[in-house]
């Protein structure tokens, strides 16, 4: 059996990142990954150009069973340290909406940025490895696996959630976390697209491809940023955020006009342009085909000189308040992350190690931590990482 002073389970985001801090405090350490493909979720971000982090994160921007659990470790490594990382590595980034940060060029650069790392700490890196099973012994661990027996001081599971099984998720960290007794919350996937109702799919597949500004809402949760019409239902950043608050066959609300008070707006164009049809003038507003499509699906139409202020008042409240209910969402498969997962009850918000298992760890996605989009769960990735590793 070879011996390590800590194994870390899953070459991610924060398994590497919690590698090298681990390193470089001279502790002997592999990573193992099941898969032949290092830091898949990173190298699929941001379109291929990974959003690693957000200039504004902070832990108003997480759900968890425990929503000050995150801020042990958030503050001790802040999205300023991981920048200055990147900067050290001299990769160049540019700032999108709402403080997300992305590379100018590849994610592989933020993969490479962590191999560098773990390479200078010493840090040995094995794929293809799968564990079979985990015993605790006397001083640590053993781990069965394809490629033999390790033992260890510190085990590390860092093997993310469920989300994107074609990229390698796997329940593996939950199955370790119950098999040691450890609580799992519900788990269910998060930023993800909704699907729709046939009969409301029905008329807006058409359009599938418009994108629009709205603000969706559900329970005392909202965001404004772009919708997405797919062949499916809705995606885009508003829709993937409030995906993650929303409750299974509970409604979302849309206002398709955030910025705007349809009603006075209407007024005016009935003043300036009385003949003008009712599509047609909230086709300055949006594409003339999302408009049609509306005002045929809530049978609103008519010359803006026959509607009275009361009725415009009804129609505007139609745009302001659309409420949708979804037949679902796409499911892990598209999602981005999993919500839910080894209850932070379980862990210290210090060390992220396991109360009831000493030497424990579990970091990043599989613990009940979920970011918002927007490079905040990558941040979670590094500052959960940042923070075992300083200890295992």
Not at 51 to 61: C, K, L, Q, S, V
Not at 258 to 281: G, V
Request: charged share 20%.
């Amino acid at each position: 059996m070879q011996q390590y002073d800590v194994v870390i389970v899953g070459a991610g985001a924060s398994g590497l990142m919690c590698a090298a801090t681990a390193g470089y405090r001279g502790r002997r350490v592999l990573v193992l990954e099941h898969t032949s493909k290092i830091g898949r979720k990173i190298l699929m971000s941001g379109g291929g150009r990974c959003n690693f982090t957000n200039i504004h994160n902070g832990p108003a921007n997480f759900l968890s069973g425990n929503p000050h659990f995150c801020k042990s470790a958030l503050s001790r490594y802040p999205a300023r340290a991981f920048i200055e990382l990147v900067e050290r590595h001299g990769i160049d980034y540019h700032e999108k909406t709402l403080g997300q940060l992305f590379c100018d060029h590849s994610s592989k650069e933020i993969l490479q940025l962590l191999l560098t790392e773990c390479d200078w700490a010493g840090v040995e890196i094995r794929t293809d490895v799968s564990v079979n099973g985990i015993k605790p012994q006397p001083e640590g661990y053993r781990l069965d696996t394809s490629s033999g027996a390790f033992g260890c001081e510190s085990l590390v599971i860092a093997t993310g959630g469920l989300s994107i099984p074609n990229g390698g998720a796997t329940s593996f960290a939950f199955d370790v976390a119950e098999q040691f007794g450890l609580e799992v919350t519900e788990r269910r996937a998060a930023l993800v697209p909704f699907t729709l109702q046939p009969a409301l799919l029905d008329h807006l597949k058409p359009l599938a491809g418009i994108s629009h500004k709205v603000s969706v809402s559900a329970g005392n949760m909202s965001f404004t940023e772009q919708m997405l019409l797919t062949h499916r239902g809705l995606s885009g950043p508003a829709i993937l955020q409030i995906s993650s608050y929303w409750q299974p066959g509970g409604e979302i609300e849309i206002d398709l006009f955030p910025e705007l008070d349809l009603s006075a707006w209407l007024i005016e164009q009935r003043q300036s342009n009385p003949k003008q049809a009712l599509h047609n003038a909230l086709g300055q507003l949006m594409t003339k085909r999302f408009a049609q499509t509306l005002c045929e699906l809530w049978q609103l139409d008519g010359i803006l000189a026959e509607l009275s202020n009361a009725r415009i008042d009804e129609i505007a409240a139609k745009f302001h308040h659309w409420k949708v209910k979804p037949a679902g969402t796409e499911g892990y498969r598209t999602a981005e992350v999993t919500l839910g997962g080894v209850a932070t009850s379980e862990l210290s918000s210090k060390t992220l190690q396991a109360n009831k298992a000493d030497g424990l760890y579990f970091i990043g996605e599989c613990v009940d931590v979920t970011g918002h989009l927007g490079g905040h769960n990558f941040q979670w990735a590094w500052a959960s990482g940042f923070a075992a590793g300083q200890f295992v």
